[in-house]
């Protein structure tokens, strides 16, 4: 039911989610305090913009993965037993509405630290709570005509907007504004990501292809996609100018 497929859903947003965006904030929060504590403006711009950086290059190919690749990833983890394949067709829809916010959710990880480092506890719980109240209304707003799809649409929302005050907030206080070539980056991503998307989308088998095969035989089908997906990635970037390895920890 839809309790399940919401479920389900969120253990696949959770996984990038903890995986990168958690990891990327936890380490850069140490040198956000050091370089306010000790005064260095430039540093603790540098940092920010290292951390939205390592964000953009992880999660935007980890947002549309989720989306373009929502179905087989359910059937390879989920489908057996009661989990059938229209379960597998409900979940990813949610799935999809999800994933749309999951770059939100991973910079949420990254600004916050910026107020955190400055002792300043009050303003993320305060956009939080903004965003939780209008999560609220979303859920009112999307739950009518979309089910429990819109659920998962109004979370995502919320989401962008908690990080569009989180940015709001450090930007108006002159603490941090994202750099040109943060912004050049972005871009950048943007393109390679568009490329992986088209390519995924070119080599997608069909669902009754996914279904004529057994567990193992998907898992390998979804592995090469995987494998495609994040090399037509890399190769677009490279294309672009950016060296992923040469982003050494700026921290």
Excluded: C
């Excluded at 950048?188 to 193992?216: G, N």
């Amino acid at each position: 039911g839809s309790i399940s497929w919401l479920y389900y859903s969120d253990r696949l947003l959770e996984f990038p989610l903890g995986l990168f965006g958690i990891a990327i904030g936890t380490v850069i929060l140490p040198a956000l305090s050091r370089n306010h504590v000790n005064a260095e403006g430039d540093g603790f711009g540098k940092t920010m913009d290292w951390g939205i950086k390592a964000i953009l290059l992880l999660g935007l190919p980890a947002m549309m993965g989720l989306i373009v690749l929502a179905q087989p990833m359910l059937m390879v983890l989920f489908m057996r037993g009661a989990f059938s394949i229209q379960d597998v067709e409900m979940a990813s829809y949610s799935l999809m509405a999800y994933g749309s916010g999951l770059l939100s959710f991973m910079l949420i990880k990254v600004l916050a630290p910026g107020y955190y480092s400055r002792q300043d506890t009050k303003t993320p719980v305060r956009y939080g709570i903004i965003a939780m109240i209008t999560n609220m209304g979303f859920n009112l707003i999307f739950a009518i005509p979309f089910g429990y799809v819109g659920l998962a649409i109004a979370t995502s929302l919320s989401a962008l907007l908690n990080a569009t005050l989180l940015y709001r907030g450090l930007h108006k206080a002159g603490v941090y504004r994202i750099s040109k070539p943060t912004v050049v980056f972005f871009l950048k991503a943007v393109v390679s990501t568009a490329l992986m998307v088209v390519v995924l989308y070119y080599f997608l088998p069909t669902q009754s292809q996914w279904l004529e095969w057994q567990l193992v035989g998907r898992a390998k089908a979804l592995i090469g996609l995987i494998a495609v997906g994040a090399m037509t990635y890399l190769l677009g970037l490279l294309a672009l100018g950016i060296r992923p390895w040469s982003m050494k920890r700026g921290v």
